[in-house]
């Protein structure tokens, strides 16, 4: 036991970025289930840990929280090592420049429309055309580059892809469909396979 | 001259960030003027630059692009020290977790309604009402958060200071009124004299 919690909500993308990077670095945690459905995270209680009341949140082991579920991977990976990030400072910069992008650019658009669609059951005609618009955008920025990397950072394994595979890889949930991408599709695979997954 | 490139949109808070912290650490850079408005970030000459047709887009000594406000000031910050990143793992995990809420709670609604009201002249009845709520939100926790404390990330200016004032004191640009936050009011004027900047 390394003596971390993770309040976390199973169905989240963002909480399982950090299970996965805890899983990989070899760490113990107690994860404590905090549904957002059921407004778990928007009690007092959890407001006091997170005044943002969002999920993923990370308590130290001395106790301290820290949200941000990029933030948190950064943290881990900084502390326990593992390789996830790398040494030089502009293919790290590289990698912070693809977690910023996954928050703006990304997880806005893919994760929140899988979230209205699977989640909330909008139908389609109620869901602003914008999102769809923007997911795709960023799943052919995605293609772009792997077309031409083995990883989205570069050719190493990173905090990078733990990030863009935690919705990319459920991204059909959202009505994306991923046949259109072939090189996120075999990446997502890839990834997968490091992070010892069934495919979604 | 440090032989740096950042192409930039000087009306953009998130290219200002790149500005200030460059000016900040003593490094010389060539500013290359790149007006979004006019269409200059969505040419396919600044698309090989940075194929998500955004400022800022630093260009290193090597001739390297990185893009992402972000990302590209922990570059500068951690390549050149100045001390603008915490060395304790804890601490500069704050200013990570505040660099990403910036970027996914802040800027979208507070800097995204500065645009639309102040730079594309929209009338207010024509912004989606969410952009206010949100960004009213945002102000709230940052309150809370100078109420105790006197730089956002804890008693030390840091990089999360420049992030989020870049927008934070345009705010009014938005409609947002900063009399309602006097804390973060008092905060805006410590960090635009530790930049060494007029008031907006």
Redesign the interface.
């Known amino acids: 036991m390394s003596g971390y919690k993770v309040y976390g909500d199973s169905v989240s993308g963002n909480c399982l970025k950090v299970k996965w990077t805890a899983d990989l670095l070899g760490l113990g945690y107690e994860w404590i289930e905090t549904s957002v459905l059921s407004g778990e995270t928007r009690t007092p209680e959890f407001r006091a840990l997170n005044?943002?009341g969002q999920v993923p949140v990370l308590i130290?082991v001395?106790g301290?929280a820290?949200?941000?579920?990029?933030?948190?991977i950064?943290?881990l990976a900084?502390?326990h090592g593992g390789g996830l990030i790398p040494d030089k400072?502009?293919a790290?910069?590289?990698v912070?420049?693809w977690?910023?992008?996954e928050?703006?650019?990304h997880?806005?658009y893919i994760a929140v429309r899988r979230f209205l669609k699977a989640y909330l059951k909008k139908p389609d005609d109620e869901i602003d055309p914008k999102l769809t618009e923007r997911g795709l955008a960023a799943l052919l920025?995605m293609e772009?580059?792997l077309t031409d990397e083995e990883f989205v950072a570069g050719p190493d394994f990173t905090l990078a892809d733990i990030a863009l595979v935690a919705y990319t890889r459920v991204a059909h949930e959202g009505g994306f469909d991923l046949s259109a991408f072939p090189a996120v599709k075999a990446w997502v695979r890839r990834v997968e396979k490091r992070l010892d997954l069934e495919a979604a």
Do not use: C, G, H, V
């Open positions: 005044p943002a130290t001395k301290k820290l949200a941000q579920s990029n933030a948190i950064l943290y900084e502390k400072d502009f790290r910069a590289k912070y420049e977690l910023f992008w928050q703006y650019s997880e806005p920025r772009i580059q």
